[in-house]
């Protein structure tokens, strides 16, 4: 699915996928934006990327938003292809180790496919700026839902465009903000608050998540509304059941 001129929805909803995969074309290479976790999800982005005649370009780098085997399982793959891998600081040891208490630490996403543990070429932090395919990449630590999740920020066709990952989805409607998982072993929800009060403030124009919708137009009105759920949300007494 062509999301932009050069930004392309490779696996996602629309594709009956829970992991939103992107590719953006840069000058002569491309970036891919996370990497699912079968075989069968790469065959998917493959045979997408072939339609869309994207397969003429090489892919330069691969963005990993966070650790979690959903968003990395196919890394090796794009590695063996000649991509360099780009990945939190933080989240990098698990990436590379294949931790798996870290991967994949949650019951209702069971390992899928074995584990190919995949080095992490650049490990980025908070402020960082590189270049991959000729776009201009920031990046920003926003641990909490892994401790190593990032956002990267990007300009294309006159637009700021955040890849937020897990940290940071929309709801159905369009119109709210809604946050990635909170089960996992590693999600701190403390660090997680800091993150949050940080990126309420930030100002866009495009929010490409992890999962579910994406975010076309005004993405400062979802940063601003994400800073609305932890007090609704977590807030929420506990129910005792007997």
Not at 50 to 61: A, F, M, N, T, V
Not at 63 to 86: C, D, T
Not at 117 to 138: L, Y
């Amino acid at each position: 699915m062509q999301v932009m001129k050069n930004i392309y929805m490779v696996l996602g909803g629309p594709y009956a996928n829970i992991a939103n995969i992107f590719v953006i074309k840069g000058d002569d290479s491309l970036v891919i934006v996370d990497t699912a976790e079968t075989k069968e999800e790469y065959d998917t982005i493959k045979e997408n990327m072939r339609y869309w005649g994207l397969d003429e370009y090489p892919i330069s780098h691969v963005l990993i938003s966070h650790k979690h085997k959903n968003h990395i399982g196919n890394a090796h793959r794009f590695r063996e292809e000649g991509a360099q891998i780009v990945a939190g600081r933080y989240d990098s040891d698990a990436i590379e180790k294949g931790i798996i208490n870290e991967i994949c630490d949650y019951a209702n996403f069971p390992l899928k496919d074995e584990y190919v543990p995949c080095k992490v070429d650049m490990r980025v932090k908070d402020g960082d700026v590189f270049e991959a395919s000729g776009i201009t990449f920031e990046v920003f630590e926003v641990p909490g839902h892994t401790d190593g999740s990032v956002f990267y920020k990007f300009s294309m066709e006159g637009k700021t465009i955040w890849l937020t990952g897990d940290v940071l989805n929309i709801v159905d409607d369009g119109k709210r903000a809604y946050l990635g998982w909170a089960g996992g072993m590693d999600f701190n929800r403390s660090l997680f608050f800091e993150s949050i009060k940080r990126f309420s403030r930030f100002e866009g124009d495009i929010i490409l998540p992890g999962h579910y919708q994406l975010c076309m137009q005004d993405a400062t009105r979802i940063f601003n509304d994400s800073y609305r759920i932890p007090f609704e949300e977590w807030r929420k007494p506990a129910v005792l059941i007997e």
